[in-house]
């Protein structure tokens, strides 16, 4: 029944790693988005997909690379992760880009 | 360019009062604004919007908002606290221009509810 579902819910690792976050959605939204909500609970957007092309990229470094392989899913893959990536990201879709977003209940990323 | 600014980090009401939570926006355009509340270890749940129609918007849980467009602000209310309202509430805009579609938030506001 879950509208957003994001996987997994907390991830714990060390400083070089490469992880992904998985996103999915079964609301039939055209549009998902991953947020990234940091330490002082301050949310910006990264990224979002429409019908599987990169709409918006906002500027986050090139280790984070957002990958669709349906309309239905958005995963989140990064590289090399750093002290400065741990936070809470949030994974959304909306019906399009003008409509409202529907978000995931997170994933806490912590590197040690 | 659009922008948020919730006037307060934490509010703290007694059961039973009223709520105001407070936002001023900033936009070229008329803008789309929005609250969302998030719950502790939750993602973002939309409580209402406003997008252009009636200035006073009702959203769920019995929480509304007033667009005044002379004042650019979008407050939420409620007139009687819950203990289930304690949460962090988000006041967001929508960009327009190249990002169409991106949500522009807000630092939060924390609200708390004492017995």
């Known amino acids: 029944d879950t509208a957003v579902s994001q996987t997994p819910k907390y991830l714990v690792t060390q400083m070089g790693n490469d992880k992904s976050i998985k996103c999915e959605q079964n609301?039939?939204?055209?549009?998902m988005y991953w947020y990234k909500q940091d330490s002082k609970k301050f949310l910006k957007i990264m990224f979002s997909y429409n019908n599987k092309e990169l709409i918006i990229n906002e500027t986050v470094p090139n280790r984070f690379s957002p990958k669709s392989p349906d309309k239905a899913h958005l995963n989140l893959h990064i590289n090399s992760l750093e002290l400065g990536d741990s936070a809470v990201y949030f994974c959304?879709?909306?019906?399009?880009?003008?409509?409202?977003?529907?978000f995931g209940d997170g994933t806490r990323l912590s590197i040690l | 360019a659009q922008s948020v600014t919730q006037l307060d980090s934490h509010v703290s009401v007694s059961e039973g009062t009223p709520v105001l939570l407070r936002c001023n926006y900033s936009s070229s355009y008329s803008p789309s604004l929005f609250w969302y509340v998030q719950h502790p270890n939750k993602g973002l749940q939309l409580l209402l919007k406003y997008t252009s129609a009636a200035t006073l918007v009702k959203g769920i849980n019995g929480f509304e908002a007033e667009f005044k467009k002379s004042e650019t602000s979008f407050h939420l209310t409620k007139p009687s606290a819950h203990m289930s309202d304690a949460a962090e509430y988000f006041c967001?805009?929508?960009?327009?221009?190249?990002?169409?579609?991106?949500?522009?938030f807000g630092k939060g506001t924390k609200l708390s509810v004492k017995p």
């Open positions: 609301l039939g939204h055209d549009t």
């Open positions: 967001v805009v929508r960009q327009y221009g190249g990002s169409q579609g991106n949500l522009i």
């Open positions: 959304a879709s909306s019906l399009s880009g003008d409509q409202p977003q529907h």
